[in-house]
């Protein structure tokens, strides 16, 4: 398991963007993909 990411650890799995943090992913996903 590598940490050298950038520390990015959270992949939307829709289009592949990375986020440091879970809220961030979130707030993504929320966002650019409404469902």
Do not use: A, D, P, W
């Not at 940490?3 to 961030?24: A, D, H, M, R, S």
Request: glycine letters at 8%.
């Amino acid at each position: 398991m590598q940490f050298n990411l950038f520390g990015k650890k959270f992949k939307c799995i829709v289009c592949g963007k990375k986020f440091k943090t879970e809220v961030e992913l979130g707030q993504h996903r929320s966002t650019e993909h409404k469902k």
